[in-house]
């Protein structure tokens, strides 16, 4: 009789805990996205977690100075070196006028502008083979020093291979 009782106890135990495994659920849903770049021309970021979020230069409390962004690039073109050139003048804004903070803005060492004529930042035989080039972003501390505020700014990057034979 005990070995019954206990047969109907731990089988009514396991019905029980059955049902308490399938009363909770949990589930999460998320994004996935990959961009597999097409073999002849490519420029994307070596870390892509940072390309999408804005980008803290730091402040150095000690030197009164602030930091730039240094990244790299994973770059490569099948047939002709690649351009590049910035779409507009790099800076950051606190919103009054006057108090704007220049962006020296280069890609792997060649300083870029907003002059309409593209500037080479990869050579042919580099590019031909692909490479790991810097981007960096350095402040211009302006006549007077920087002035406390909230600065923002956006820095627009526009690459192109350059026409074969050019």
Not at 6 to 16: E, I, S
Not at 46 to 64: G, T
Not at 87 to 105: C, F
Not at 126 to 145: F, S
Request: net charge negative.
């Amino acid at each position: 009789m005990i070995k019954q009782c206990t047969a109907v106890a731990l089988m009514a135990m396991a019905g029980l805990t059955a049902d308490a495994v399938w009363a909770a659920r949990e589930e999460h849903t998320f994004e996935v996205s990959l961009i597999v770049p097409s073999r002849p021309f490519y420029i994307i970021p070596a870390e892509s977690d940072w390309i999408h979020r804005p980008q803290r230069l730091e402040w150095n409390h000690a030197k009164s100075s602030l930091g730039g962004l240094h990244k790299n690039f994973d770059v490569r073109h099948d047939t002709s070196a690649i351009e590049a050139r910035l779409e507009s003048s790099a800076y950051l804004s606190n919103g009054r006028a006057g108090e704007d903070i220049a962006l020296r803005v280069s890609f792997n060492g060649v300083e870029l502008s907003a002059d309409m004529t593209p500037r080479q930042v990869v050579s042919q035989e580099e590019a031909a083979t692909g490479k790991r080039v810097p981007l960096e972003i350095e402040p211009v501390q302006p006549p007077g020093g920087y002035r406390p505020g909230d600065y923002s700014g956006n820095v627009l990057l526009l690459f192109n291979a350059r026409t074969p034979g050019a």
